[in-house]
DNA sequence: AATGAATGAGGATTCATTCAT
DNA sequence: GATGAATGAATCCTCATTCAT
């Protein structure tokens, strides 16, 4: 039993107890003390580590899009080219790991929490960029100017199916999700620039 | 002279606060004082009106979805055909009145409380069969047995659309968000079921 | 029992217990909860009167000054030349009602606040005009020139009469401290502007 | 090289970081941590020199007056006669050392501690008893049986002078309190019995 | 000697809710 | 119908103090 060293260990454990307790509450209505209480510990230790419940929020935030950026970038390396790796981000986004109850729940948390918190703000800022990014270079050759519009879209959908599976019961199903993405992705591939439905 | 005839009054006032102060605080961390304050009123008129703080809450719920299904149900009944019929569907999704900055915050704060209020889960389920059969309806001539998926599809989409308006600073832009949904609905009717991106 | 226009009621125990508790702890170190208690209340209604603890002894500060202000008015109208009006404020800066012990020791406690909070410090600056300002135009006739800073020792001695209360244990010895301070008065003023010693 | 000898090095930081602290921050209001952070050390090793909080503000008032005691001792010694003997008296109580800002904060916080402490009581009393002896044996010959009453009185002003000290902002003016107990003194000695103003 | 780790106890403040008028 | 009065229950956060290393 390391007495020493003992911090980043203390404030991982509190990261994920931090994403649990919101995934179980669903609701950002969690206490310091529910929280240190999961990670096994004293909320009094819990506020020495981290020096707000804030604190908390935005590390579990961090760690949340660490994993997703993780995974993604993970899966990008394995894929051939710019169809490959479109599926790929698909894939990553609705992994069991990023698509778990409990991460999807917190996830969209912290996203509501943006609207309050700066620097929420300017992680989600991030994520969006960078996803917008990642897409769009990889619809570049495939879809020429309209690159942007359709990452866009993809993007959007994405949080959508992010939002209706933090909202049914049961467990979430991570095929269905790549399916319906993958599927507008198809139909925005299919051809050219007409637009009259 | 005992003023009678009060109570619609006040609980149309007291929804509508609700509403302007879960938008302007971009959560539900909004205090019943607050909101009677808003609505004119002393906090324990509203909760004569309201037995709870959460009644409140979805009574506002309620109200948001009402006023967005009526202004559906108006366009749809000027729309001619299953392609009018869906654009109606989607640009009533977006028009001012639904997809003003305040709305847009206090619906997705109600759509997370329904991880937690039974009632609230309830509300949601119900827009979504709605939204399910109005789109799904209209898709049947137009893509067939694909119908079901593309309107679940289209359903997430929109509700991505509002989750990163909600995230947005700056104002709505709806028309933004009709172009990226009506983008989606052309290239999945464009034809068949070819699906390997 | 009344229920409507209990806040100055309220209030006024609140000041009272305030300085009591203070008295009896000797230091600041008193909490709203032990406050409220002895004002027959609980600690949310104390806070609901008065925001804060900082309030709280901000009012209690300005309620043992201006009790001292009226003792001291009262005592001025009733005083007939010069003389008169300085033994007036003397006796009334150590008359019982002044100089009871709790009162003392929250005086001084307050004082000593005054290097912390600006409001306090604003209230001891007025105290200290006041006192320069009656003592001052009260010398005039009697030390001529040298009455402003006849009056300065003066009411430094006061305040130092009162310091010396609060750490003696036992009854408070108002007819001492007149006696300290009248002979201090006739020493002065017993003749020129010789300075030696 | 283990270190040794390091305990009183260590208490007399201690000591010192306490009376700044308490100096600037205006109050007892200080904790553990910041004193043992000023003095160069961990709050473990402040709580392993002194056992507890209080000792360390029980030491730190031991250091100041041992301070005042030494420079009036000194003073004394290079005095001739009972009026020199006196101003000697006076003017260390106000020399700079003394009167920094930051000790005369700390010495009126820690004179309202003895309300609370009976070991800073003592001290106090300490302090009181050596003050009216060392005046009251220079006032003897000056004075006659008026020693006692002029010491007290004197004594009083001279805690008056510091306890207005405490309050004014800006640098300290140990020159005007010298010269306002000077001239309480002269006007004690001036001459007779007479009391009456 | 020295400190990071750890916690229990406490305290100010907030707030939904109830009640008497 | 309407509200000021009132409170219990929480919750975040602080801090003196202890302990293992």
Known sequence: ????????IR?????????????????????VAQIARRAGMSSALAHHYFGSKEDMFL???????????AEVRGALALAQGPKERL?????????????????????????????TVPEAQRLVAVYQRRMQSTLGSALRPLAGPRA????????????GLYLRQALRPGAPDGDAAVRTAMAYLAAELRDGPDRSP
């Open 1 to 8: 039993m390391p007495k020493v060293g003992m911090e980043p």
């Open 11 to 31: 404030k991982t454990a509190l990261v994920k107890a931090t994403i649990v307790e919101i995934g179980r509450a669903g609701s950002l209505d969690v206490t």
């Open 59 to 69: 590390a579990a935030m961090r760690h949340i899009m660490t994993l997703y950026g």
């Open 87 to 115: 599926r790929a981000v698909i894939v990553a986004s609705f992994s069991p790991a990023n698509f778990r109850r409990e991460a999807v729940s917190a996830w969209l948390n912290f996203w509501l929490l943006a609207q």
């Open 148 to 159: 942007g519009e359709v990452a866009a879209g993809l993007g959007s959908l994405i949080d």
